[in-house]
Nanobody, 123 residues
Framework: QVQLVESGGGLVQAGGSLRLSCTAS????????MGWYRQNPGKQRELVAA???????NYTDSVKGRFTISRDNAKNTVYLQMNSLKPEDTAVYYC?????????????????WGQGTQVTVSS
């Protein structure tokens, strides 16, 4: 079994910064893509940023130049540094990881989600 634990959300004023972390644990053989999504009530969950195992990154247009995604493979952790935050960044942020998990001699890749962390940006 694999678990993802997120931290770093909170309340911040517009223009401020927050850093989200998400650490995977369990029977992990390897982790492929890692990413951050966000969701507001009544809206679809949207991709914010993603990073491949090789370090290639991808951002949604609204956060380009303000957010930076990174990963520490030794710690099975992905980060999201969020700068120049705006009220429209307010949402619950979820991490998602494509994990190759082991069970005995079996290997299986599937996506796992964190529990979500609230980010609130006040104007």
């Amino acid at each position: 079994q694999v678990q993802l634990v997120e931290s770093g959300g909170g309340l911040v004023q517009a223009g401020g910064s927050l850093r989200l972390s998400c650490t995977a644990s369990g029977n992990i053989f390897s982790i492929n893509a890692m990413g951050w999504y966000r969701q507001n009530p009544g809206k679809q969950r949207e991709l914010v940023a993603a990073i491949t195992s090789g370090g290639t990154t991808n951002y949604t247009d609204s956060v380009k130049g303000r957010f930076t995604i990174s990963r520490d493979n030794a710690k099975n952790t992905v980060y999201l540094q969020m700068n120049s935050l705006k009220p429209e960044d307010t949402a619950v942020y979820y991490c998602r990881c494509s994990v190759v998990a082991t069970s005995g001699f079996n290997f299986k890749m599937q996506p796992y989600w964190g529990q979500g962390t609230q980010v609130t940006v006040s104007s």
